[in-house]
């Protein structure tokens, strides 16, 4: 139950971006189509998993005076793992996610679950955690690149990131002159991100009213 | 405390170390994956040249101060049947042209021409894109090729390249 309960913590109520907004910079930068978010989102998730596992494993070994750059260069070592098997079977993803594959690295999200979480609990609650915190990510950013590309280019594109030939879904939705290219641009971004922080934060305030509301009935 | 800085050294150390073993054996497995990516996104566009080509036919030219002998000149490469294609980057009207330039080594003629970029004006500098400027140096000696009427700003450095190409090709053979 404690373990369902943290997993789905990540993914809505303390969801790493809009909930405790953690690694911000990357959300911003890459979410301008779902391709990329769902590359950069896979590679969180992947590295947030791993990094929590082997924290949590070495716990009890890891001297406490040095465990943060034991942890930094475990994540670092991982990150640049993942970086070498995208350029490897994924260039295309690569040449578009850029320099914020190795930025992953110091992404907030990662050292800080490696420090809040990982670092006490057991290897699985962790690798929980790990997944709950990842599909979180995914999700906000997720979230971001389909309004960001939907309003910005009138459609949305997937494509199989290991052969960029093999489209899976292409849609066209707004005709041309309804679009607003301003969605691609940083301005966007932050808008987009803003609304929907607003509406998480409407809907824990609305949750905690009727919890509230609740337990003076019961009273 | 002296111990207990060896310590902590000694266990960054190992882990730093442990780190870099798994890092050598990802470079390890993904490099060549890697190189040969980037090879064949280089010689994609050798393939648009030849189509009926195989990527493997393709065999870069180790440099050995061509390119800094010939700044035009940024890549060769080797084909079947002694032709020798150039990759060269010269300028122009505005930003200039990249092209590539099959030249048979054996009796000097432009084999194959494509244009990769052009940045002069759309419509006269632009010409070297058509089939205009790729009719008229196919099959020609490389060193009695005419420049465009009219673009010759664009034309005449593309023109000199290719003769700079056809000296060369007879040499790298």
Known sequence: MNRMENFKNGLIKDNPVFGLYLGLCSTLAITTSLNNAIGMGTAVIVVLILSNVIISAIRKIVPDDIRIPVYIVIIATLVSIIQMVIEAFAPALNTSLGVFIPLIVVNCI????????????????SALDGLGMGLGYLLAVLAMSFIRELLSSGGLVLTNPFNTEQVWMNLSLIPEEFRISLFSSPLGAFMTFAFLAAALTAYKSHAAKKAAAKTKEAK | MKNNI???TLF????AAIAGGALAYANNVTAPIIQENNERAEKATLLEMYP????????????????????????????KDGIVIFQ??????????VFLVAINSANGEVDNFKTISNGDTQG???????????DSVLGKPSDG???LS????????????????????????
């Open chain 2, 150 to 173: 009219g673009a010759t700003i664009t034309s005449t450095p593309v023109v000199e390249a290719i003769n700079e190409c056809g000296v060369l090709a007879g040499e790298i053979q």
């Open chain 2, 145 to 147: 090729i005419d420049t």
């Open chain 2, 6 to 8: 060896l310590q902590l």
């Open chain 2, 52 to 79: 009926e080509a195989d990527l493997s036919e393709f065999t870069a030219v180790e440099d050995d101060g061509i390119t800094s002998e010939h700044p035009t000149i940024k890549k060769v490469y080797q084909y």
């Open chain 1, 110 to 125: 990662i050292l800080g679950r490696a420090e809040a979480f990982a670092s006490k609990n057991g290897v699985l609650d």
């Open chain 2, 124 to 134: 006269i500098g632009s010409r070297i894109t058509t089939d205009e400027f790729r």
């Open chain 2, 88 to 97: 060269c980057e010269v300028s122009g009207y505005d930003k200039g042209t």
């Open chain 2, 12 to 15: 960054l150390g190992v882990t």
